[in-house]
């Protein structure tokens, strides 16, 4: 539930927000949903990642010229130990780390502070 | 303590959000960029499926009508010329807002706030020398002419328009990457933007490096080898044309004319003048055409860049309708067409930068002396904010001749305790005139005389004007304000402190060179000398080598009912006119050495048909040979390295066929022996070969191949983004080929109209895109059409009501209250 409300309430908020709003929506919705920060943190990077990545695949598939590889090069400049890597895999996996790690810590913390009032 | 385990999760992801959120050195701000919904993916673009788009601007008075077409040109309506204008700027800023930015952020010395330290040199000297100042001047100036002012303003309008409906997803994708945002845009900027071609076309010298060839051979070694004229020559003005008024009277030399440097040598850091960034233009008139009428030609040659420098489009008003091409930044069409005239442009090359050795008084660099006595020196405060906020400041010193751009901490003859400095007098800070209104003119010219009177408000860069028009006039001039000057005035560095040495005045306006309908039956350059000898003024003692106007002339010399077609094929021609009139000679000298007929390579430039086509073995062999011939011949004497020059191909070839005694021959670096110059050509031949070697395996067609070797770059503006840019491109073509192609530089759009009576046909195209977003098809989509010397015809509409299939969109500018 907690994980479909994210992506829900997150993804609205992303069309309209800055890019870190999906990290205030995880630490609310965690504040009022989630059980343990340990959980918080797990649903929330998941459904970060899910509502980022998805999204990521989904424009990286509609559009015409593949802006992924382009920016993937700019970050690999000419290192030849990363030529072998295919370029969206590097996309994705910081796609992924950035969405997880904001997702997650925020999630987490609205468990963590809301513990601390009602102790 | 309680606290802390409640609170340390929410400083982490707080402390997470603001690392995503910054760059740290050249990492971009990762948050940012790699959001779906904020970042680069929102730059991406899905088939455009056409229809129809209304956009309410403030500002406008009517409502405007852009059509784009198939190649994602905008063909604009407008109802009246500030419309027009507002639009233009708003349709560009769509597609380039991000590139007419850049430029002027490098000729205002400001790259430091984009990408940090690495830049703080180039911004120091594009500071010191002065453009954001003159184009602040230039500005003001221009608020007092109701006309430049209103156009100006408009497309200043338009411009930001667009800015302000951006948001951050919206931004074109390098402002993400490098994480700045747009300022807003105002006629300064677009002055900078010209400035910055004023830089490329006019930003370079060689008056130290030839001060130190005299000042190490004498001026007589100087004459013979560095002469103020080529032996082949075919000046744009053809010769015997008769100069039509009445000159002033030049000064007269003076007998001191130069400051020779103290200690041997000057070593300024300027920049030489890039003859591989010219161009040709030319324009055949109706008795050499097909349709009785003149055909027009031009491709400018400039460095090769993603996004592009030109931008296609139609412009029409009541007042104009014109096709061409505009610089992003600048209202206005640059090169192009209407219904009755076409005209192009190529760089003049003339020398209108100059430099004069100032002695200050003392340290403080307050006084400097002139004309038998000390004049104050003005300072100004310039202040470079690094990427990061970090702030440095430096001052500069201006004296009457222009900004000092070069110090030096060492004891000089000047004065003991003094540094010695140069100051520079450059055509760019001169802040009158307004070129913006010459193309202006042009957009709406009729007649030959249009274009006469269009001439008279042009400053710099000056430029070779070709004209034509469906009355069957041809013309070129070269055209800009020149200062006039005592013969060789600034071959060198000039003394500062007299006053013979300063600038005198200006050439007359009606005195530039200029031809109209020439018995030849066209008219054409390419860079080369203006005029032959006998026009009455000094321009300068050295302009692009002559090979490309020289083959340029030879074919429309022989060309009859010439075609659009048969001018692609001169635009595109690779026939190698250097080798032409060298290569028989270098090969009789290495025949005369019968074991080098067996050295690899050497088969394939005797049986080469001396042409740069992509696929020519021997093209590559000469191209290197070249290089290294003059390495042989010259670099003992003349290295770069100790800040001097080659004497020119010019006067190398005529030494190799006409003096092969010269001393210059011997390679002064072995001591005991004297080379003739047999062994120096055998000898650059084998370096040559064996240079190509290393660098691509033993002698094979395909890694030999002249496009392989060339090889061909289009770079983004910014050479970190190797994946915005298109690499090896497959062509022929070189430095001194007509299709000027090489390396880095070439056709940067390529032109050609044949007018009629009735309506003109236009054909064109530039190696790039309209769009300059990477994350589009029309990012790049001309390229390989460019490369194989193709052409797309343009549509060219006579109004907004003209059906066409090309049309696929439009969009409607409405006025908002």
Redesign the interface.
């Known amino acids: 539930m907690l994980y479909i409300l994210i992506i829900i309430i997150g993804g609205i908020a ?2 309209f927000g ?3 709003v999906v ?1 205030p929506v995880c ?1 609310a919705l965690c504040w009022w949903k989630a059980k343990t ?1 340990k959980s918080a943190f797990g649903v929330s990077a998941l459904a970060a990642v899910t509502l ?1 990545v998805g ?2 695949l ?3 598939a ?4 593949n ?8 970050f690999t ?2 290192a030849a130990s990363l030529e072998n890597i295919p370029k969206i895999g590097i ?1 994705i996996t ?2 992924t780390l ?1 969405s997880a ?2 997702g997650g ?2 999630g ?2 609205g468990v ?2 809301r ?2 009032f009602k ?1 | 303590m309680k606290f802390l385990k409640h609170f340390w999760g929410l400083a982490l992801a707080a402390g997470l959000l603001y690392l995503l959120n910054q760059s740290w050195g050249t990492v971009p701000p990762l948050g940012k960029l790699f959001s779906p919904f904020q970042g680069f993916l929102q730059n991406t673009e899905q088939k455009d499926t056409g229809g129809d788009l209304e956009m309410p601007l403030k500002g406008l008075k009517g409502e405007v009508s852009v059509r784009y077409d198939d190649n994602a040109v905008p063909h604009i309506f407008a109802q009246n010329d500030d419309d027009l204008f507002f639009a233009q700027g708003y349709v560009i800023a769509r597609d380039r807002l991000w590139q007419m930015e850049f430029y002027t952020m490098v000729s205002s010395g400001r790259l430091t706030e984009i990408v940090g330290e690495r830049a703080l040199e180039y911004d120091r000297y594009n500071r010191k020398s002065g453009m954001a100042n003159s184009a602040k001047k230039i500005a003001e100036n221009l608020k007092k002419d109701p006309l430049s002012s209103s156009i100006l303003e408009a497309y200043s309008a338009g411009v930001n328009a667009y800015i302000a409906q951006l948001s951050y997803k919206d931004l074109p994708v390098e402002y993400k990457i490098l994480n700045y945002k747009p300022e807003p845009w105002s006629p300064y900027k677009t002055i900078l933007m010209l400035m910055n071609m004023r830089n490329t076309l006019s930003g370079g010298s060689n008056d130290y490096r030839l001060t130190n060839v005299v000042s190490k051979y004498g001026l007589d070694a100087v004459k013979d080898l560095f002469p103020d004229y080529p032996v082949d020559e075919s000046p744009i003005i053809p010769v015997g044309t008769k100069w039509e008024f009445t000159p002033l009277q030049t000064p007269a030399v003076p007998e001191k004319i130069m400051a020779l440097p103290d200690n041997g040598q000057v070593a300024l850091n300027i920049p030489e003048p890039r003859p591989e960034i010219g161009s040709n233009n030319w324009a055949v008139g109706g008795a050499k055409s097909a349709t009785g009428l003149p055909i027009l030609a031009n491709d400018p040659h400039l460095g090769l860049s993603l996004p592009s420098i030109w931008y296609q489009m139609q412009l029409s008003s009541p007042n104009m309708n014109v096709y061409g091409v505009a610089l992003p930044g600048s209202p206005g069409i640059v090169i192009g067409f209407n219904k009755d005239v076409a005209w192009g442009v190529t760089n003049v090359g003339s020398d209108v930068l100059d430099f004069y050795k100032i002695k200050f008084k003392d340290k403080t660099m307050k006084e400097y002396w002139h004309d038998n006595q000390w004049k104050k020196t003005e300072q100004r405060i310039e202040t470079f904010v690094l990427k990061g906020g970090k702030v440095i400041s430096d001052t500069l010193y201006l004296t009457h001749h222009g900004p000092i751009i070069y110090t030096e901490n060492k004891e000089t003859d000047f004065n003991k305790n003094a540094p010695a400095g140069h100051a520079m007098r450059w055509i760019t800070n001169e802040t009158d005139g307004a070129d913006l209104l010459t193309f202006y003119y042009l957009n709406k010219a009729k007649n030959y005389d249009d274009y006469r009177k269009a001439l008279t408000y042009y400053t710099a860069p000056a430029q070779n004007f070709v004209f034509s028009s469906n009355q069957n006039d041809i013309a070129i001039t070269p055209n800009g304000k020149f200062p006039l000057k005592w013969k060789n005035q600034g071959k060198y560095i000039l003394d500062g402190t007299l006053p013979s040495q300063d600038w005198q005045g200006w050439i007359p306006k009606d005195q530039n060179p200029t031809v109209k309908n020439p018995p030849r039956g066209f008219v054409s350059s390419a860079n080369q000398f203006s005029t032959d000898p006998t026009y009455p003024y000094y321009l300068g003692w050295r302009f692009a080598p002559s090979e490309r106007g020289m083959r340029i002339n030879e074919r429309l010399e022989a060309m009859t009912q010439a075609t659009a077609d048969s001018l692609r094929s001169v635009q595109n021609d690779n026939f190698n006119l250097a080798a032409r009139r060298i290569l028989p000679a270098l090969i009789a000298s290495l025949k005369k050495d019968p074991r080098i007929a067996k050295y690899a390579g050497f088969s394939e430039i005797e049986n080469w048909n001396l042409k740069n086509d992509a696929g020519e073995v021997g093209a590559t062999i000469f191209e290197r040979w070249r290089e290294e011939l003059n390495r042989a011949i010259w670099n003992d004497e003349f290295s770069p390295d100790n800040k001097m020059l080659y004497p020119s191909d010019d006067r190398t070839f005529e030494m190799i066929k006409k003096e092969p005694a010269a001393r210059w021959f011997d390679n002064q670096d072995t001591k005991d022996k004297i080379e003739t110059m047999d062994e120096i050509i055998g000898y650059s031949f084998k370096a040559a070969i064996d240079s190509l070697t290393k660098h691509n395996g033993s002698i094979d067609p395909k890694k030999w191949a002249w496009s392989k070797v060339k090889s061909t770059d289009i770079k983004h503006l910014v050479p970190a983004f190797q994946s915005f840019s298109r690499m090896d491109i497959d062509n022929g073509g070189g430095k001194s080929i007509v299709n000027a192609t090489t390396a880095t530089t070439g056709p940067s759009w390529r032109m050609i109209v044949e007018l009629d009576k009735s309506w003109p046909r236009g054909y064109g195209l530039y190696p790039g895109g309209q769009s300059g977003n990477p994350g589009s098809i029309y990012y790049d989509n001309m390229i390989d059409k460019w490369a194989k010397g193709e052409l797309n015809t343009l549509l060219f509409l006579k109004n907004k009501e003209e059906k066409s299939d090309k049309i696929k969109k439009q969009m409607v500018l409405k006025p908002q209250n």
């Open positions: 992303s069309f800055p890019w870190w990290a630490f920060a980022w999204y990521s989904y424009l990286n509609v559009s015409e010229v802006m992924s590889d382009k920016i993937a090069g700019i400049g000419g996309i910081i796609v950035v790690l904001s810590f925020a987490m913390a963590q502070v513990n601390f102790a």
